[in-house]
């Protein structure tokens, strides 16, 4: 495996920038750089290759792949070699304490600590200086005060950074470079409106620049009551934000094709095309409630104006050139029409690009904690072209085959789709992306549009009891980590539509589920907002869980009231909350980082993995001044007493090792092992664990697939030392008594308050789990728990396939990120971990965690017992003294 060969889907002519990351198998490629790219005439293409993840030994697991591909010169072929001297500018980027530059080879971009704008001190493109002190960024609030730009001087930023001047070079090489601007817009004297980060891309022998523009408004949510609803009083509120591009020099010449396919043509000034609403049926959906219960949306899909002259249409895309004598600029916009509102206008002398309208009938809510990253491309000069720019609003795409992604050994457990047998677990998956219920038809239902839902998941699972007249809102934000799954099917089949809802749902969990502040408790700072609460419109409570409505829930939907289940689960989800270790999901993230090099992706799964370490800290909580000792926020499942496997632990284990793994700090396997230690042990009496109460106890199984994950870590590691052979003992334990005592969940549906299709999605995790064990096994044992792996990987797709709702979000999401190894074992049944490197015969015995809160709450009741009984010697004390005075 020397070589891979790489397809590009890309539009039909012209040139742009690719950039595509690729596995290569353990101990192939040692340097990056010697890496040769050739079209499909072997003629050698300039490349820019950069490791982004290595194996143990130091040889190169995930290379991120930048070129400027020729449309229909694919397939392209990557080689490991001697690198080729290819004729061309390539860019060239210099840098010192007070400036930054950028040559493409067309054009020159300088960025200094003395611009006053928003974006360049300096563009040149072809020699022709462009009137950067006219481009700039306006963000205005809802009293239509304009804010005032101001880079990150001493200012305590959402990720916890500060600096005299943020300006920094992210990427750099001969293809492509990155660089991140970092700062807010303040109003005096109030303070920061918003903070912001821009990553800006720069490609060879072009002028243009994608843009990757994030608003963030850093201040926590009030949330009372542990209730997120819009008009929270950490909220700020925008009436415009507007980038705007003003061109000197004689007559103007406007060009538009405003949806994809439609051909360009120049349009009258003044030019407006406003997307108003999603365009779809649904346009008018109570998913866009805002915080007085309004829907703001006026008319369906979008409006242009030229001139005179208005029409309409449903969902733009749109491309916009302005040229005035020898200066051209020119606006590209992917997802314009999804993240709607948003707007393109255009003058006689300025082209302006509205991320978050006026022309909208309310303010633009960023609840505390949101942020919002919108993507588009700005080209100058003679780059400012239809053609050159339909490579930004339609991206070219770059992928290897199936074989080379599984058998790289990249995602381990991995089999193309093509030599998968199991065909009823393959329709099962394919549900997502095919047949009536797709997820983009999902999408539809609610209206799933505009900047703040855009890329996430329509739960509709959540709605099966809803009878009222228009659909029930209910967002998944990444339960069980669809981003991974998604991405695990594209690898396996190279089929493009999984890799972009991979994408969308990235950017999506990225901006909007994750809770972007420093300023609340660290059980909540930097982490995942849970699912819309069960049953229960999300009403004013966006993706944020705990809408204000749950106050008016008087029962279970579906459940007699009187019922103890229905009461048991009242008492247990209805009382508000916040992020949770229940709910952090990294791995898909960091894929999502390997196969596009995303910068935030990374920096998610990062804040993630750390949200564990953080949230588990007992020096950040107010029980600090009774003890420093581990919160169990990191721990907890179900309710804060239980610490042993489950779907907190298993969640916080995976996102530690994904931490580990993307960073190689050792404080993320040290905790990771210290919760391995916490949750479980090799003598546990598990019967005492009460694992069959099926609905308070059923995730331990989620831990211990972390464990086998954490085995894995290790043994790739070489890392076979006493942690392994405890964890491997503990595995094996569990996995012993599984073999004895689980059953199909489905099989005792009179224990379940709701006896559906995902309990039998749920229970392929059973079937996972017996493969870890029998990797570690032997013998007769092996045999055992792999007949009883086959059991609950048939049984679980039986039982799904027999429920007309398997195709409901979550039993699907639960299809695409498990299931997908039984084809591997099925190849593979005699594959084993080795053992390990020291002999232990003795582990010690189980120790009962005892969290902070717990410990500090016993020491207040103490403390005050104390203060009262010394009170009460003070008392006596004083009445003594009074009688003998």
Not at 23 to 51: E, F, I, N, Y
Not at 130 to 148: H, M, Q, S, V, W
Not at 589 to 603: K, N, Q, Y
Request: charge should be neutral; charged fraction near 25%; include cysteine.
């Amino acid at each position: 495996m020397d070589a891979v060969e790489l397809n590009v889907i890309s539009p039909p002519t012209g040139r742009g920038p690719v950039t595509t990351g690729v596995p290569w198998p353990r101990g192939k490629l040692l340097d990056s750089q010697k890496l040769v790219l050739r079209d499909a005439t072997g003629k050698a293409v300039r490349l820019q290759a950069r490791a982004t993840d290595r194996w143990p030994d130091g040889s190169v697991r995930w290379v991120l792949l930048d070129w400027i591909a020729e449309a229909g010169a694919g397939p392209y072929r990557v080689a490991v070699g001697e690198p080729v001297a290819v004729e061309g500018p390539g860019v060239k980027v210099e840098a010192s304490e007070d400036w930054v530059s950028v040559d493409t080879g067309a054009a020159q971009f300088k960025f200094d600590n003395e611009t006053t704008g928003f974006l360049f001190r300096m563009c040149s493109v072809r020699k022709t200086l462009y009137p950067t002190e006219a481009f700039g960024c306006a963000i205005k609030d809802n009293l239509a005060r304009e804010a005032k730009f101001q880079w990150d001087e001493d200012l305590e930023a959402s990720w916890g950074e500060t600096g005299l001047w943020a300006v920094e070079v992210e990427e750099t090489g001969p293809v492509r470079a990155s660089v991140r601007l970092r700062g807010a817009f303040y109003l005096p004297p109030s303070g920061v409106l918003t903070q912001y980060v821009a990553r800006l891309h720069f490609f060879a022998d072009s002028s243009a620049v994608r843009f990757d523009l994030t608003l963030c408004n850093p201040y926590r949510a009030a949330h009372p009551g542990g209730l997120w609803d819009l008009g929270d009083g950490g909220s700020v509120f925008l009436k415009d934000a507007t980038l705007t591009f003003k061109l000197s020099g004689e007559r103007s010449t406007i060009v538009c094709s405003p949806e994809l396919g439609a051909p360009a043509g120049e349009c009258a000034a003044p030019f407006e095309l406003y997307q108003d609403s999603s365009g779809g049926e649904n346009w008018k959906s109570t998913n866009h409630l805002n915080r007085k219960r309004e829907v703001p949306v006026t008319f369906r899909g979008y409006r242009l104006k030229l001139g005179p002259q208005e029409r309409s249409g449903l969902r733009a895309t749109p491309l916009v050139t302005l040229s005035r004598g020898e200066h051209a600029v020119g606006i590209a916009v992917p997802h314009f029409w999804q993240n709607f509102p948003m707007a393109v206008e255009a003058t006689d002398d300025a082209l302006t690009l509205k991320l978050l309208p006026k022309q909208f009938r309310d303010v633009h809510e960023l609840q505390g904690g949101e942020q919002k990253t919108w993507t588009f491309a700005v080209a100058f000069g003679p780059d400012a072209t239809p053609e050159s720019l339909e490579w930004f609003r339609q991206p070219a795409k770059a992928f290897a085959s199936p074989k080379w992604y599984c058998d790289s050994g990249a995602i381990p457990y991995l089999t193309p789709k093509a030599d998968d047998p199991n065909r009823d677990y393959l329709e099962l998956v394919h549900s997502a992306i095919e047949g009536t219920d797709t997820f983009d038809a999902k999408r539809e239902t609610i209206d799933e549009y505009g900047w703040r839902h855009f890329g996430d998941i329509y739960g509709d699972h959540e709605a099966v009891y809803h009878t009222g007249p228009t659909p029930m809102v209910s967002h998944y934000n990444n339960q069980y980590d669809p981003v991974a799954g998604f991405g695990y099917q594209f690898l396996r089949s190279a089929d493009l539509r999984w890799l972009r809802h991979m994408e969308e749902l990235a950017q999506h969990v990225i901006d909007i589920d994750i809770y972007h502040t420093t300023r609340d408790k660290s059980a909540y700072n930097g982490g995942l907002f849970w699912h819309t609460y069960h049953y229960v419109d999300a009403d004013t409570g966006t993706h944020r869980s705990y809408p204000r409505s749950l106050l008016q829930l008087k029962g279970m939907p579906g459940l007699d009231p009187n019922d103890p289940k229905a009461k048991r689960s009242k008492s247990v989800y209805a009382l508000g909350g916040g992020p949770a270790n229940e709910h952090n999901y990294t791995t898909g993230l960091m894929l999502h980082h390997f196969l596009t090099g995303s910068a935030a992706s990374r920096e998610a799964a990062l804040g993630l993995a750390r949200w564990v370490i953080d949230m588990d800290d007992g020096r950040k909580t107010v029980y600090r001044w009774f003890s420093r000792a581990n919160t169990g926020y990191a721990s907890q499942s179900r309710d804060p007493s239980y610490h042993g496997p489950g779907r907190g632990s298993g969640n916080s284990l995976s996102a530690l090792l994904d931490g580990h793994r993307l960073s190689g700090d050792p404080a993320f396997l040290a905790k990771a092992e210290q919760l391995v230690r916490r949750c479980i042990h090799p003598a546990d009496d598990v019967p005492k664990r009460n694992l069959l109460d099926v609905e308070n106890r059923w995730f331990y199984t989620m831990f211990l697939q972390a464990l086998g994950k954490y085995l894995d870590h290790k043994a790739e590691r070489g890392e076979l030392d006493r942690m392994y052979a405890y964890a491997r003992a503990s595995l094996l334990h569990y996995a012993r008594w599984m073999a004895d005592n689980e059953v199909p969940t489905l099989s005792r549906p009179e224990i379940l308050e709701y006896p559906n299709e995902t309990w039998a999605a749920q229970d392929m995790r059973k079937s996972e789990v017996f493969k870890f064990a029998a990797k570690h096994a032997t013998g007769t044992e092996k045999a055992r728990f792999l007949e009883r792996a086959e059991f609950f990987f048939r049984d679980s797709v039986s039982r799904l396939t027999a429920f007309p709702s398997r195709t409901l979000a979550r039993p699907v999401v639960l299809m695409l990120s498990y299931g997908y190894m039984h084809a591997h074992f099925q190849k593979r049944p005699d594959e084993s971990a080795p053992p390990p490197n020291v002999e232990v015969t003795d582990f010690g015995k189980p120790e009962v965690f005892v969290s902070q809160p717990v410990i500090a709450k016993k020491r207040a009741k103490l403390l005050a017992a104390v203060g009262a009984a010394c009170g009460v010697v003070c008392a006596i004390g004083l009445v003594v003294w009074l009688l003998l005075r």
